[in-house]
């Protein structure tokens, strides 16, 4: 008689009154040709994981891992019949995380997860968390998740995060699987905390190198919170200080950063300093910036570059942003087809509109 649970994130988020954005399902006692003869539709490559016909939600059969070699491919596992709801959960992450709950509401949680939902502690289930270096990551995005909470990593498994680091298993992983963490980390409310955690275990120069986490860059990382959703502006505040255009690439390229996170946290780290002193411009360096940024093809990179540089302010209001929002309407107020009609041609024009937009910021004061 097979046993259906929902286990994992679900179960922690209804118990900390956290919406719940997908739900995860174990079947114990059952096996795959039940389940495929029941209309599920198996997805799993390594592991039985099936999707359900209707609410096409995944069902995992209970099993056990066993690593068997380096890095992240190379398990054993084992989902036959007799594997217990226990068996599965103890391999899992943390205790939060494996507390199950089945059909009827009742709640099975042999490894103490509601003990610490209630300690606001995040702690491995047993040495098998070892097995996989990405939860390294994981903790550090649940710390920045649930900050706000109050919850905090257990003393014995930021100490068993630093073994995992020191011996070498961190680097592992694929820059694709620290990224997909690292962006889920840059959405949460403290994203400062992701890389907090991951420098006090050592794994943050293994996979950022070069990044300096400052006082500057973890005050303005939690700012920028406050001021946009768009984790691509976080992601170019958190990156603002780099030392030099090159550095910053060579790290881009090294985390596999995708395009549009690379781009901004460039001009970002090359422009936030002029938006900083935008007052103290002449308005041919103003009209200078905007070509650099390429206001006039992409306006929304003025407002991401106003965020991100307000960001580290550290008084407000934050006056530039107004500032610099007139000066690209005065500029953008200038008219090519004026131009044009004036009986400018060829290269002259684009000569005559700087001018003259030049001209037009010197007028709006
Ligand atoms: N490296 C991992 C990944 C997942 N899990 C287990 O699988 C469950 C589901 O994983 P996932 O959906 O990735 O995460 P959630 O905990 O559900 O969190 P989220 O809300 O971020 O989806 C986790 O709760 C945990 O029990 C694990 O032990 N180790």
Redesign the pocket.
């Known amino acids: 008689m097979s046993k259906i649970y929902l ?4 179960v ?2 209804r118990l900390l009154h956290l919406p719940i ?2 739900r ?1 399902w174990v079947v114990v006692g059952a096996t795959p040709d039940e389940l495929l003869a029941l209309g599920f539709q198996q997805v799993g490559k390594d592991f039985p994981v099936f999707l359900h016909p209707t609410t096409k939600e995944e069902y995992a059969l209970a099993r056990t891992e066993r690593k068997s070699g380096q890095g992240y491919r190379g398990f054993i596992c084992d989902f036959s019949q007799d594997i217990t709801l226990e068996q599965d959960l103890i391999r ?2 943390l205790t939060i ?2 507390i199950a709950m089945d059909e009827d509401g009742n709640i099975v949680d042999p490894y103490h997860g509601i003990e610490d939902l209630k300690l606001k502690l995040l702690r491995h289930v047993s040495p098998a968390f070892r097995e ?1 270096p ?2 390294v990551l ?1 903790v550090a995005r649940f710390a920045a998740r649930y900050h706000h909470l109050g919850f905090t990593i257990a003393s014995e498994t930021k100490k068993l995060m630093k073994e995992m680091v020191s011996a070498g298993e961190i680097n592992t992983l694929t820059a694709e699987r620290v990224w997909k963490e690292t962006e ?1 980390a840059l959405a949460s409310a403290d994203p400062q905390v992701y890389f907090q955690v991951l420098e006090q275990c050592g794994a943050l120069s293994l996979l950022f190198p070069s990044l300096l986490l400052s006082n500057t860059i973890i005050d303005a990382l939690k700012k920028s919170t406050l001021l946009t959703d768009d984790v691509t502006i976080r992601f170019a505040v958190l990156c603002g200080e780099f030392p030099s255009k090159a550095e910053l690439e060579k790290l881009c390229l090294r985390i596999k950063a995708p395009n549009e996170y690379s781009k901004l946290a460039i001009m970002v780290q090359q422009y936030h300093h002029d938006v900083e002193k935008v007052t103290q411009l002449t308005a041919a360096q103003l009209i200078g910036l905007f070509n650099r940024i390429d206001v006039w093809r992409n306006p929304c990179h003025l407002e991401q570059l106003i965020i991100a540089s307000h960001s580290y302010a550290k008084t407000e209001p934050f006056l530039q942003a107004r500032y610099l929002e007139k000066a690209y309407k005065l500029a953008l107020g200038v008219n090519v087809q004026n131009i044009i009609a004036d009986g400018y041609s060829g290269k002259l024009i684009h000569e005559e509109l700087q001018k003259r937009r030049i001209e037009a910021l010197l007028n709006g004061n």
Request: net charge neutral.
């Open positions: 286990v994992g994130g679900s922690r988020d954005i997908d995860d899992r992450d995380n494996a996989d990405l939860r994981r889920k």
